[in-house]
C-alpha cells in the first residue's frame, strides 16, 4: 500500500490540503498569465511609431564655432510629414497603398537635422488627421503612458504619447483644430501650436490649409525653447518686455477642474517672478461678441444675448466649417475614387466635410480676419491670454457611443480662439486632479512667437511648484443668526432689482455664512452669479439649494440655465424637465426643454 493512502486513511484531511495546494498553483500560473498578456497589450513603444528608421543630423561645425543648438537631441515625426524615400500614409493604410513614396524630405525635418537633432521614425496619428481622439482603427491606438485606459487625444496622438513615454526628446506634429494642444493635454506634456504660417508646411500634406500649423510636443521646456528657436529661425538677443497676463474667466467656467488648481496656481507663479504686471480678467466670449461682428451670423441662437459663450460655440462653428471646406477641395476626389475604409469616429467626420456644402465660404475668411485683429487689439506685443487647454478628462477607450455632444462643443469652443485668430498657443501641465493631468494653456498674438515661448521657459518651474502644492478653498464657519441672515437676504434683493450684481452675491454671501441651511439664500446668489455669467458658481449654489429644498422649482431653472451655458445640454435638460414635474406649467422650463430637445436630438 503506497505512502498516499495510508495517509488518506489515518487522515483524511491531507487531502484537502493538497487540493488548496494544487488550486494554489493554479491560481498562480494564471496570475502570471495574465501578467504577461498584460505586459504584451502595453507594446514597449506604447504602440506610439509606425516606422522606425534613423535620420542622422548634419555634421557638426569645426571647432571653436558652438555646437549645434539641437546636438544630441531625438525626434519623431508625424506620418503626414514627408521623409525622402517613404510614403507618406496619413495614419491611414488605404492612403499608404495609393499613394507613392515622397521623393523629398519636408522642410521642417531638415531643419531640426540641420540643428543638429536626429530623426528616429514616424509616428501613429488619427486617419487623415480627422479626429481628435487618438484612437486608429489601422494601426491601433497608441497608448497614453498617463492613463493607459484612456485615450491619448489626436491627432497627433503618437507624437504626444512618444514625448510622454520618455522615447524621444520632443516630436513634430500638426496642429489643425487641436491636434497637438488636445493630446499633450492628455498625455500631461507641453504642446506649442506656432502662429499660422510662421513655420514652413512644404512637404507636410494638408488638411486645412487656412488653420494647419506645423508644431511641437515636449515634456522639458528648454527642450522646447530649443526646438521652437530653430522652427522660427528666431535671434536670440531681445529685449525683455514686462508681461501682461489676462485670465479668461468665462473660459475657466467650462473646466471641470476648481480654479484653485488652475487660475489660482498661475496667479501665485505671477507672483514669484519679476517683470510681470498683476492678472488681469475678463470675460472672453463677451469681448469676442463686442469685437467679431460678423461671428453673429453663425449663432445657433442669435436670440440669446446673456452671455458670450455662445459667441465661442459659433467661433468652434466656423473653425469646424472652415476645415471641412477645404478639406473637401484637397481630398473629395481621393475620398470618392479610394472608398477608405476608416475608423468610425473619423468615418462621420470625413462623411460630414465631403457631404459639406459651404454656400459663402468668404463669412468664413471674414470671420478670420476679424478674430485675429481682436486678439491683437486685445493682447498686443507684451499681453498673454491664459485659458484652460481643454475643459474635460480624457474619455475611456473605445467609449466614442457615449461621449456626449457637449464633450466636443467644449473642446472645440477651447481651440478655435488660436485655430481662426492664427495666434501661438502653449498647453501646459499644471498638475493633477482626480488622477488626471491638469492643463492650461498661454496664448499670444499672431507673430509673437518668440515672446510667447520665452515666457513660458520663464515661468514653467513656477508653474510646476505651485501646482504641486495648490491649496483647496477654505470655507468660514457658520451660526445661524436668523434674524441678521433674513436682512441681508433683503439687502441682496434690493441690491439685484438695482443690476448691482456684485453687491447682491456680498449680501447674500453674508447671509449664508450665518445660515447655511437657507436654500434661497444659495438660490438667490445663484441668480446673481448668473447675470454676472460665473456659471459654474450658479450650478454649485443651486445644488446646494436642491440638497436643502427638493421642492426648489426656481433652483432647477437656475442650474438648468448654467449648465446650458456651460453647454451641459443633457444635464440641463434633466434640469428643466423636474421644474415640469413640480410645475408642470411653467413656461420657462417647457420652452428650454423643447429647446435642448432639439438640440440634443
Not at 439649494?545 to 456651460?566: I, W
Request: aromatic share 6%; charged share 20%; proline share 5%.
Amino acid at each position: 500500500m503506497s505512502i498516499l493512502s495510508k495517509l488518506n486513511q489515518s487522515n483524511p484531511r491531507v487531502w484537502v490540503v493538497i487540493g488548496v495546494g494544487i488550486a494554489g498553483v493554479i491560481v498562480l500560473a494564471e496570475v502570471q498569465r495574465r501578467r504577461i498578456r498584460a505586459k504584451s497589450f502595453v507594446k514597449e513603444d506604447f504602440g506610439a511609431f509606425l516606422q522606425r528608421f534613423q535620420l542622422p543630423p548634419f555634421p557638426q561645425p569645426p571647432p571653436p564655432a558652438a555646437r549645434l543648438s539641437l546636438s544630441d537631441l531625438t525626434f519623431s515625426i508625424n506620418d503626414n510629414i514627408d521623409v525622402k524615400g517613404y510614403v507618406t500614409g496619413l495614419g491611414c493604410t488605404d492612403w499608404k497603398r495609393t499613394h507613392d513614396a515622397a521623393e523629398k524630405t519636408a522642410i521642417v525635418v531638415t531643419t531640426m537635422l540641420r540643428n543638429g537633432a536626429t530623426c528616429v521614425g514616424k509616428t501613429v496619428m488619427d486617419e487623415l488627421g480627422f479626429g481628435i481622439l487618438g484612437e486608429n482603427k489601422s494601426y491601433g491606438t497608441p497608448t497614453n503612458p498617463e492613463n493607459p485606459s484612456h485615450v491619448p487625444g489626436g491627432s497627433s496622438s503618437g507624437s504626444a504619447v512618444a514625448v510622454a513615454g520618455h522615447l524621444v526628446d520632443f516630436a513634430l506634429g500638426t496642429d489643425t483644430v487641436g491636434c497637438i494642444r488636445l493630446p499633450a493635454a492628455f498625455c500631461g506634456i507641453i504642446g506649442y501650436r506656432p502662429s499660422h504660417g510662421i513655420v514652413s508646411t512644404v512637404g507636410v500634406s494638408p488638411n486645412s490649409q487656412s488653420l494647419d500649423t506645423v508644431g511641437c510636443l515636449a515634456s522639458d521646456p528648454s527642450v522646447l525653447h530649443r526646438v521652437g528657436h530653430a522652427l522660427l529661425q528666431l535671434n536670440l538677443l531681445e529685449p525683455k518686455k514686462t508681461r501682461r497676463i489676462i485670465i479668461a474667466d468665462d473660459l475657466f467656467q467650462l473646466s471641470k477642474v476648481p480654479m484653485q488648481k488652475t487660475v489660482h496656481v498661475v496667479k501665485k507663479a505671477v507672483e514669484k517672478l519679476s517683470g510681470y504686471q498683476t492678472p488681469k480678467h475678463l470675460s472672453l466670449g463677451q469681448y469676442i461678441a463686442s469685437n467679431v461682428p460678423s461671428l453673429n451670423s453663425f449663432r445657433e441662437d442669435p436670440t440669446n444675448q446673456q452671455n458670450g459663450i455662445s459667441m465661442l460655440k459659433a467661433l468652434s462653428s466656423v473653425m469646424l466649417l472652415l476645415q471641412r471646406h477645404e478639406f473637401k477641395t484637397n481630398h473629395e476626389e481621393w475620398i470618392i475614387s479610394a472608398k477608405p475604409r476608416l475608423g468610425p469616429d473619423v468615418s462621420s467626420r470625413v462623411s460630414a466635410a465631403i457631404n459639406t456644402i459651404q454656400g459663402n465660404a468668404k463669412s468664413l475668411y471674414k470671420v478670420k480676419v476679424e478674430m485675429r485683429a481682436a486678439l491683437k487689439s486685445l493682447l498686443k506685443d507684451d499681453g498673454i491670454l491664459v485659458i484652460p487647454t481643454v475643459a474635460d478628462p480624457p474619455p475611456k477607450l473605445n467609449s466614442r457611443k457615449s461621449i456626449p455632444r457637449e464633450f466636443y462643443d467644449r473642446i472645440y469652443s477651447l481651440f478655435s480662439i488660436a485655430s481662426i485668430a492664427g495666434g501661438c498657443q502653449v498647453a501646459i501641465p499644471v498638475g493633477r486632479h482626480d488622477d488626471f493631468p491638469i492643463s492650461v494653456s498661454f496664448i499670444a498674438c499672431h507673430g509673437a512667437d518668440k515672446f510667447l515661448l520665452d515666457t513660458i521657459l520663464d515661468m514653467y518651474s513656477s508653474l510646476q511648484e505651485v501646482g504641486a502644492i495648490s491649496s483647496s478653498l477654505q470655507f468660514p464657519s457658520t451660526n445661524g443668526n436668523m434674524d441678521a441672515a433674513e436682512l441681508l437676504k433683503e439687502k441682496g434683493n434690493a441690491a439685484y432689482k438695482g443690476k448691482q450684481w456684485n453687491k447682491a452675491i456680498s449680501y447674500y454671501t453674508e447671509a449664508i455664512n450665518l445660515n447655511e441651511t437657507n436654500a434661497t439664500f444659495f438660490c438667490n446668489r445663484a441668480a446673481a452669479y448668473l447675470e454676472l455669467g460665473c456659471f459654474r458658481q450658479a450650478e454649485e449654489d443651486c445644488s446646494k439649494a436642491m440638497s436643502l429644498d427638493k421642492k426648489n422649482v426656481k433652483a432647477y431653472l437656475r442650474r438648468g440655465t448654467a449648465r446650458e451655458s456651460l453647454l451641459l445640454y443633457r444635464e440641463a435638460l434633466q434640469d428643466f424637465k423636474h421644474a415640469l414635474v413640480l410645475e408642470p406649467q411653467n413656461k420657462a422650463a417647457g420652452v428650454a426643454e423643447k429647446r435642448l430637445r432639439k438640440m440634443i436630438g
